[in-house]
């Protein structure tokens, strides 16, 4: 997943006056004023004190807006450089300011923090309209774009303009004072409504763990994971196993728990977050969010919020989106209700009384697992320590590929001290970037992983990227190592992709660098990086016995291969399950049944009834509830972004192979056209430049089984 990057050029109409005064205020020791002099321009998170952030938001939106009006109201003829690249040099320090606190609300909150960040939600949101919502600052772009074929600018210039201008039109420039004010006032409530449904998910997702007693009650499960959980408990002053939840409906711990009343409590905990009545509960939130965003969207002038998001997406219309979706709900079903017909049977000859259940997918999955196939992915573990499968799995793969390389710095503080940070080179040893790696869960992190830039690559601000990877790996006892699932290594992998994408972007402007492309297509470079955790030539590499150093058998990796498609029913459904969720929500109209007085359970039961989807042991991936990608980030409207991308992933993974797999000729051909460019070129004209022809969707199906 990929985290939205805040700050840049956001916000309106202006008390010039006001503004202005704010401008030469002298520095005051906050290290947010000025760019930072370390390496790379890291933020200087020893300096940092939480009354900077304040101060720093306060001023630098004071700044931009004062920079904007000067844009804005000038009497010089719009030119490119006078107005988008004095647009795009504006608001600095809001922007370092802006994205440290998304990182440290994301990975290392305080109630602090959250404070902070609930008290400038709406603000931000503000600022952003009353910059996009000038119509002083909409004149000078619509002159520019009205004579864009006369000014001589290339094509990164005129991509980078076709921005602008969109942004600007999309967020509302053109309507009445009237029409603007309510806008401002939707954007307002909605961001305070996203800041509260992400603080209160967190903490319901932190106290839902569960708590067991008995050691023996954990049967099943791997030492280690014994250990963390023990861990996870000591650290909360509780006596026991603490049982930490993940975001998704599933959780890790349902594959091996062999106790079914604690394979129940987990799920049944799992899928009550935010939906239990208490002061965390998102029920209301969910409404009161999905009733702006319809209203929103039709006095933008679109029917519906889906409507208004695919405007701006490769995807472009809910038909064409639908076309992509309807080729999977039948076989997904079909096969999902085959694996059910397996487990079923599997339970049965266990000596298992009762009905199959949702909490009994995950762990007869592997028992059938290791009845066809000799094989448990417990048996994987040992293999995929932490430490090595970064560097000689993840870091190597990239080494092979772009021929970059990784340096330790261990003189570089990051923002919690179990975050490492490592300098990466090109290969003719000139700097590239800063990679920061920070895996482990912890109560102050939020759920899920995630990539997101503390600094953007532009040769327009002489900047180069900084780029943070965080997962929620159980973090193990002292001295004990940190022992991956073959999901946690994949998502390791899958991480590291939108790193690179960062890593590796050379464009001027930061309006189009790095990931800042079409949010369904931004999945896409990850899932491709995906491709080497079980390329034969870097497996060899990292995946070695912790304990004898054993290089993972031949046997062991085709078992995973064998295996790898059962329990793609399952997967496929829940998936689309969370898919068709997303889109019923935000395919309602203001005209509709008033979503607020809608029963949310009954309102997804019949929103995956409609497709087909509606099996009771194949719950969505992810509930309303806790849905934190759509109702506290950037996914709404946008989850399908994930298959969307997988189409292109799938035939790109048959590109590299017919290019020799792991090489640098074609690492470096990938990088170029895609990698590189960011969102200064069109998206799907650098995929058809790569692979010489559109999408072909029959390697995802089969991929898919």
């Not at 390496?39 to 101060?55: M, W």
């Not at 864009?148 to 009445?176: C, I, K, P, T």
């Not at 085959?338 to 028992?367: C, H, I, K, N």
Request: charged fraction near 25%; proline fraction near 5%.
């Amino acid at each position: 997943m990929l985290l939205v990057d805040p700050g840049g050029t956001g916000g309106g109409q202006v008390d010039v006056r006001s503004a202005l005064v704010t401008v030469d205020q002298p520095d005051l020791g906050n290290p947010f004023f000025t760019p930072s002099e370390l390496p790379y321009q890291l933020p200087p998170f020893e300096r940092i004190e939480l009354a900077h952030f304040r101060e720093a938001l306060d001023r630098g939106m004071a700044d931009q807006l004062a920079e904007v009006a000067l844009i804005a109201g000038s009497s010089e003829p719009a030119t490119f450089p006078n107005t988008i690249e004095a647009l795009e040099r504006s608001g600095t320090s809001l922007t370092r300011v802006s994205r440290v606190l998304a990182n440290q609300t994301s990975a290392d909150t305080s109630a602090e923090l959250q404070q902070i960040e609930a008290d400038y939600a709406a603000r931000l949101a503000a600022h952003s309209d009353a910059i996009l919502l000038d119509r002083r600052l909409l004149a000078r772009i619509e002159h520019l774009w009205s004579t864009r074929d006369a000014l001589g600018l290339d094509a990164e210039q005129r991509r980078v303009l076709e921005r602008y201008h969109l942004d600007h039109v999309r967020a509302g420039a053109g309507l009445q004072s009237e029409q603007q004010e309510r806008l401002r006032r939707l954007n307002s409530t909605l961001a305070t409504l996203s800041t509260r449904f992400g603080t209160a998910l967190l903490a319901d997702t932190v106290d839902s763990a569960v708590l067991v007693t008995d050691r023996a009650d954990l049967d099943g499960l791997s030492d280690d994971a014994i250990d963390a959980a023990q861990e996870a408990a000591t650290s909360r002053g509780l006596d026991g196993y603490l049982l930490t939840l993940v975001l998704s409906t599933h959780q890790p711990a349902l594959e091996s728990l062999r106790n079914r009343d604690v394979r129940r409590r987990l799920w049944e905990a799992s899928v009550a977050r935010g939906r239990r009545g208490n002061e965390h509960d998102t029920r209301e939130l969910v409404r009161e969010i999905v009733a702006l965003r319809a209203e929103r969207a039709e006095l933008l002038g679109y029917p519906t919020h889906a409507d208004y998001i695919l405007a701006d997406r490769t995807a472009e219309t809910n038909q064409t989106l639908d076309a992509l979706l309807e080729q999977f709900f039948v076989p997904a079903v079909r096969n999902a209700r085959e694996e059910q017909r397996l487990l079923a049977a599997a339970m049965a000859s266990d000596g298992v009384t009762g009905e199959f259940a949702p909490w009994d997918w995950a762990y007869y999955t592997q028992a059938v697992k290791r009845a066809r196939y000799s094989f448990d992915t417990n048996m994987l573990k040992p293999y995929f320590e932490l430490n090595q499968t970064l560097e000689r799995g993840v870091c190597y793969a990239a080494e092979q590929l772009y021929g970059i390389s990784f340096t330790l710095r261990e003189d570089l503080v990051a923002y919690h001290p179990e975050a490492r940070v490592f300098e990466v080179h090109n290969a003719d040893g000139s700097g590239l970037g800063l990679f920061i790696a920070d895996y482990f869960t912890r109560v102050s992190k939020r759920g899920g992983a995630w990539a997101n830039s503390l600094v953007s690559q532009s040769a327009l601000l002489a900047s180069r990227p900084v780029v943070v990877n965080n997962m929620n790996i159980p973090k193990p006892p002292p001295g004990q190592p940190a022992l991956l699932s073959l999901e946690e290594v994949s998502t390791m992998f899958h991480e590291f992709g939108h790193a690179l994408h960062a890593l590796f972007s050379a464009v001027t402007y930061p309006r189009v660098s790095g990931t800042a492309v079409a949010r369904d297509f931004v999945e896409y470079p990850s899932q491709v990086n995906e491709m080497w955790m079980t390329w034969p030539q870097v497996l060899r590499n990292y995946a070695r016995h912790i304990e004898t150093g054993e290089v993972l058998p031949a046997e062991l990796v085709a078992k995973i291969e064998q295996s790898a498609a059962f329990n793609q029913g399952f997967e496929t459904v829940s998936y689309l399950g969370a898919t068709v969720i997303d889109l019923a929500w935000h395919r309602l109209t203001g005209h509709d049944v008033d979503p607020a007085t809608a029963d949310i359970a009954e309102f997804e039961q019949e929103a995956l009834r409609r497709v087909g989807l509606d099996l009771p042991m194949v719950p969505p991936r992810y509930r309303s509830s806790y849905f934190n990608h759509i109702f506290a980030g950037a996914y709404s409207a946008g989850y399908y972004s994930y298959i969307w991308s997988e189409v292109l992933d799938a035939d790109t993974v048959e590109w590299f192979k017919e290019a020799g797999g792991l090489n640098r000729d074609a690492g470096d051909i990938f990088r170029r056209t895609v990698l590189a460019r960011g969102g200064s070129t069109p998206e799907m004209s650098n995929y058809a430049e790569l692979r010489g022809r559109e999408p072909d969707i029959e390697p995802l199906l089969k991929r898919r089984g």
